[in-house]
């Protein structure tokens, strides 16, 4: 087996965030389901919009948010994903490029729109997502080069982009190919609704030995496993990933791994203004440990510090020099 | 004369900002004018587009701003400008339009996109601006109502938008129609490299008594006049201008109107993290006051608690609620 050419190669959601201010009974008007990502078509995406306040553009998508992180960390990363050729195509791939990561993925014409999400940030700083897929739901499994897959320590999908048909399948050549290649393969499970829907697909997955390394929040150990109490969870999954990770927010996050145990607590923040991309940048931050051979503990430390940076700003891209802030853990 | 159905109508560019992060050194490698504006064509705007590092995207545009400011504390307001029918001229109507500003200049099709306004933002807080003025340029003469002009108290025009020879002349149109009406015409002198181009004009309309609220910067007062000096630049102007309101940046600002003098401090802010549309959001205070027949020193007390507002963040659309944060001013 070579050594890999890039550290982390993802294959997610090719989307621009537009996100603005509401208040919590703007939510409710709406009928959206506070906290959680809803898909929403083109009629429904304009009516949402319309609806919007003055809102501003930052390029979002799950797995592209864990690679911007990933990259301003110092990893070398690729992304995988679809986007139209049009201004928020454009606006995707440039903040893609420019944080030095690499993106081939030809833009569709002709078809669908690139991908929109409108965030709804309420004042407690969570964040109502209604997503406009719109050509990321078009990435075909032809565009995946099983040779750019092998040639990556760590293959990182995104559970959100289980939901269209065209990427699941081209995940699942993508996880072929990575295991064929003994490469790793790390999946997020993204959302408690998108559990609701696929579940089944990530059990057998899972069951199947197929995912090295889990992420979740809390709510979505729960969705998965059935089980309430989140120590229950942790014991039902435990033996058949090798590397699980839970976010807890406020709580902190645990991992397991190999039998050992890790907590680490929530980094301090002065002012929460908008959870967007809090889970992707804890992601990057324990990733980054990971391809770099840190102890767990130091790897949920690492993604504690890339979490608390990302939530106290407008936004799931780093603001601030992510290598300066954890300098001082891995030293 | 009628009461006026709008506080203020503007006429000004339709442009949406890209900004990211950048450093001193990036600003002198790319042959930038630090904390100026500079007209590039789409090839130089590609070239800095491509040199800039992630980037969000924001709604601007100088009088825009002033007019988001406005509608925010209360004002009723219109706006006349012209976008492209593509993604970026929806997030600029998008963003007009959710602020409560009337804006029924239809989008061109088929010609220049929407402008756009690449800003290079420093970590003093200075920002550096490339527009590409796109569809802007083009906004006809003929796309001026003069019934709609007549209907607004205040008519406030961007200097920067008398560069392209087409809105020139719907600004010259605009302002022959507000003074038939009996209303006041505002101007804001934008940029020195403006007035270096275009300052015969701006001379010849301020003696000629069509300018009834100037706004300037203390930089831009010393081009227009000549004058390097502060108060002798106040005194060549004073007795041509009715109101004219000058702002020195953490000097506070200075007003004349009517032969009366007012002057406030900058209103202390925490950290300035981005300049881009102080002196919009100045302008936007000021005008606010004005329109509600305050007394000259609170127009300028208004005017920098926006301003300090609008530093605070990236961006030169607010982001705290200005209606709140006046409140202790004007009671």
């Known amino acids: 087996m070579t050594t890999p050419q890039f550290d982390v190669i993802a294959i997610g959601n090719a989307i621009v965030d537009v996100m603005a201010p509401a208040e919590d009974t703007q939510i409710a008007q709406l009928g959206l389901a506070k906290g959680g990502m809803t898909l929403v078509d083109a009629d429904r995406a304009a009516e949402l919009y319309a609806a919007m306040g003055p809102a501003r553009e930052i390029s979002g998508g799950s797995a592209a948010n864990t690679l911007a992180g990933l990259a301003a960390l110092g990893a070398k990363c690729g992304f995988i994903g679809q986007v139209a050729d049009d201004q928020f195509g454009q606006v995707f791939r440039h903040d893609i490029n420019a944080g030095g990561i690499a993106f081939d993925t030809p833009a569709s014409t002709g078809g669908a729109p690139t991908a929109q999400c409108l965030i709804f940030v309420t004042p407690d700083g969570q964040r109502t997502m209604n997503t406009f897929l719109g050509a990321s739901q078009y990435l075909p499994p032809e565009a995946l080069d099983d040779t750019l897959i092998a040639s990556a320590g760590v293959l990182y999908l995104e559970g959100y982009l289980w939901d269209p048909e ?74 058949k990933v090798p590397t699980l990770v839970v976010t807890r927010s406020e709580k902190g996050a645990h991992a397991v791994s190999g039998g050992e145990h890790a907590h680490v607590a929530a980094e301090p923040v002065a002012r929460v203004v908008d959870t967007t991309g809090a889970g992707d940048l804890f992601a990057a931050g324990f990733l980054f440990g990971h391809v770099r051979g840190l102890p767990l503990g130091e790897c949920l430390r690492l993604g504690a510090i890339c979490a608390a940076e990302i939530i106290s700003h407008y936004g799931a891209r780093p603001e601030a020099d992510l290598a300066d802030l954890i300098a001082p853990v891995i030293g």
Chains 1, 2 share one sequence.
């Open 166 to 239: 065209e990427p699941r399948r081209a995940m699942r050549k993508a996880i072929a190919a990575a295991r064929a290649a003994g490469r790793k393969v790390a999946f997020t499970l993204s959302d408690s609704f998108v559990i609701a829907r696929h579940g089944d697909d990530f059990r057998t997955l899972i069951d199947a030995g197929e995912i090295d390394i889990l992420f979740a929040n809390e709510h979505e150990l729960a969705s998965l496993t059935g089980r309430e109490d989140f120590h229950e969870g942790i014991a039902a999954l435990e033996a």
